[in-house]
């Protein structure tokens, strides 16, 4: 579970409630990446972990369009404005981002993972031990070996 942490960090987004728990550049709320990744921006004078999507909310729960295309270029303003606001003030959540929907999809999770998987590795040198004509706890447990031995 520890080794796929970074991953399903990567498929977590936040599901925008009343803003003031996400931070508008750093957080993963309204793209696959934060603002500070889309923007490319490196180290700011001013700390922009402080600033949070709800200062860019209006009081009738409308995107402050003004404020958004001051920060924003207007390709980036487009994306945050189909972004939903609730009408009720509700919590800001986490939800899963990789599919349209809010909801853990088992499929679309494996695409992923095999997007990420990097393919300009060398094949396993011990692929050979599966095509071996033996039982198969007698592969398992010569691949557990050579996995041991051999790759530390």
Request: a negative charge; proline letters at 3%; charged letters at 20%.
């Amino acid at each position: 579970m520890l080794r796929t942490r970074e991953f399903v960090e990567q498929g977590m987004r936040w599901k925008i409630g009343n803003g003031h728990t996400i931070s508008f550049w750093l957080d993963n709320w309204c793209h696959e990446s934060p603002m500070v990744e889309l923007l490319a921006l490196g180290p700011s004078a001013h700390d922009i972990s402080q600033v949070k999507v709800s200062e860019f909310i209006t009081s009738t729960n409308l995107w402050d369009t003004d404020k958004l295309s001051q920060v924003l270029p207007q390709n980036l303003v487009s994306l945050v404005l189909v972004v939903l606001i609730p009408l009720t003030n509700m919590e800001d959540s986490l939800c899963w981002g990789f599919k349209g929907s809010e909801d853990f999809i088992t499929k679309s999770t494996t695409w992923r993972a095999h997007d990420n998987i990097i393919h300009d590795q060398d094949s396993w040198k011990f692929n050979w031990i599966w095509k071996l004509d033996v039982m198969s706890k007698i592969k398992i447990f010569l691949w557990q070996l050579c996995r041991t031995f051999f790759e530390g």
